[in-house]
């Protein structure tokens, strides 16, 4: 046998062996996700877990399914930027502009956190209901990216928030600050040590009050401030 025997064994090996590369790997993404069209050629940096590079689509998707947290992927097919996100990207309109993007979602992704919706049983995720056309947490529940739901967290998360527009408790605030920003307003209530503030609320300019209680502990004091004032609900998110 000459070596151009095996040149051409291994012209019709190749082949097959990239078509059952290729099955192999498309069966994984159409078992473990889904293609989604809303963010095609489209970007968000919202609740970004972590981006990394990975030379194809399908081994971006492995690599969130071997993530817990991780609920769907941006793939970009020019930079092969592969960038995980803890929600469903729901809101196309608040996204930007990424040429080349294509975007998956994982089956648990379908009707979860951060999923477009129309009424409430559009969300699919305990404790969650349909605000602003976004399947969120009830008001009182935390987003749990590990448990993948919504709860009364065992343990908080240390940078993330979910944000209720229009409301807020009253009489429990801990400290009040003014002249401040939205982001100092988070900062504040993740470095406070006298205690565990785990709601923060924001009245627009500049007035931000830390709460260690949410909205269940107190449901009666839930008020609404829609029409009146520009008021945000923060509250943190489980570990
Ligand atoms: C999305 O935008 C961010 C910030 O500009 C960028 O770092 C990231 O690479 C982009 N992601 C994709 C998938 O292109």
């Not at 690599?63 to 793939?75: G, K, P």
């Not at 065992?154 to 400290?175: A, L, P, R, S, V």
Request: glycine share 4%; net charge negative.
């Amino acid at each position: 046998m000459d070596i151009s025997f095996f040149r051409c064994m291994l012209n019709l090996l190749l082949p097959l062996l990239w078509i059952l590369f290729r099955s192999y790997t498309c069966e994984i993404i159409s078992d473990k996700a889904s293609v989604r069209q809303n963010f095609v050629n489209k970007n968000d940096t919202y609740r970004r877990l972590w981006s990394v590079e990975k030379f194809a689509a399908t081994i971006c998707v492995m690599e969130c399914v071997r993530d817990t947290e991780c609920a769907s992927v941006l793939y970009n097919k020019v930079t092969k930027v592969c960038q995980a996100h803890s929600v469903t990207l729901g809101n196309p309109f608040v996204a930007f502009d990424e040429p080349d993007t294509q975007y998956f979602v994982r089956s648990f992704g379908e009707h979860y956190i951060g999923d477009s919706c129309v009424t409430a049983t559009d969300c699919w995720t305990i404790n969650t209901e349909c605000r602003q056309g976004l399947c969120q947490c009830i008001p009182g529940y935390s987003f749990s990216p590990k448990t993948q739901e919504c709860k009364v967290c065992d343990q908080y998360d240390d940078k993330n928030f979910m944000t209720i527009t229009d409301h807020y408790i009253t009489g429990e605030n801990m400290e009040m600050f003014s002249s401040v920003t939205l982001e100092d307003c988070k900062r504040l209530c993740l470095t406070r040590t006298a205690y565990l503030c785990v709601t923060f609320e924001f009245l627009y300019p500049g007035t931000c009050a830390l709460q260690k209680v949410t909205v269940l502990d107190f449901p009666h004091k839930w008020t609404t401030s829609a029409g009146v004032d520009e008021t945000l609900y923060s509250q943190r998110d489980c570990a």
